[in-house]
């Protein structure tokens, strides 16, 4: 039987790129200092990746200048967002689940957690874990094992919920635990995941029917 869910927060909860231009606003403006090192394609697709892909990620991916690469992490080290964030509207099904939900969300700690907070999700998880590459050496498999440990949850009892077949879902599946790729726009085919699913209709009846 399930006992609790594992969420992923970024394109799972709310699609990024609707803030994605504000929080790297100061990025796109220190890309455009080195433009003798990017191509113009290069900057519109690195501004693409970034609603989905971790900065780290992508400036290794497109091989920043470790100038630049430093003063971006210096910069998002210490960036906020404060503004109302709106969740994808399916979201509201989740909040009527009763099962203990648990966040776990990677990213620059400052962030991530004034994202956590615009959203207004912390009070829907029993626990909100934040991971910053920059400050831990800890993986997504790191965490859902000590989460199994510390709330004694066998591999089989959980299910993780996330838009990345290959990042959340990817430690999940390793582990034994379910896999439900959330994946609204259809960016993915379904391969190495439990349920593939355009909304959350679908793990309200599997969580129904677990029951039963």
Do not use: C
């Amino acid at each position: 039987m399930i006992k609790a869910l594992i969420f992923d927060f970024d394109n799972t909860i709310f699609p990024t790129k609707t803030i994605t231009d504000e929080v790297f606003a100061g990025v796109y403006e220190l890309m455009g200092q080195y433009s003798g090192s990017l191509s113009k394609s290069d900057i519109e697709n690195i501004q693409k990746e970034l609603a989905g892909t971790a900065f780290q990620k992508v400036a290794d991916h497109y091989h920043f200048p470790e100038e630049l690469k430093s003063k971006g992490i210096a910069l998002l080290n210490e960036t906020t967002y404060h503004k109302p964030i709106k969740t994808f509207k399916d979201y509201a099904q989740v909040r009527q689940i009763s099962l203990p939900k648990f966040l776990v969300t990677f990213g620059f700690m400052k962030l991530q957690q004034s994202k956590i907070d615009s959203a207004g999700v912390r009070n829907d998880f029993k626990e909100v874990i934040v991971v910053d590459p920059e400050l831990s050496h800890e993986t997504k498999r790191d965490v859902f094992l000590r989460l199994m440990k510390k709330y004694n949850y066998q591999a089989d009892e959980l299910i993780a919920v996330g838009d990345d077949p290959e990042a959340e879902l990817g430690a999940a599946r390793d582990l034994g635990i379910k896999t439900y790729l959330y994946d609204p726009e259809s960016h993915f085919k379904s391969k190495g995941v439990t349920w593939h699913e355009p909304h959350y209709h679908k793990l309200i009846d599997i969580l129904a029917a677990d029951r039963q």
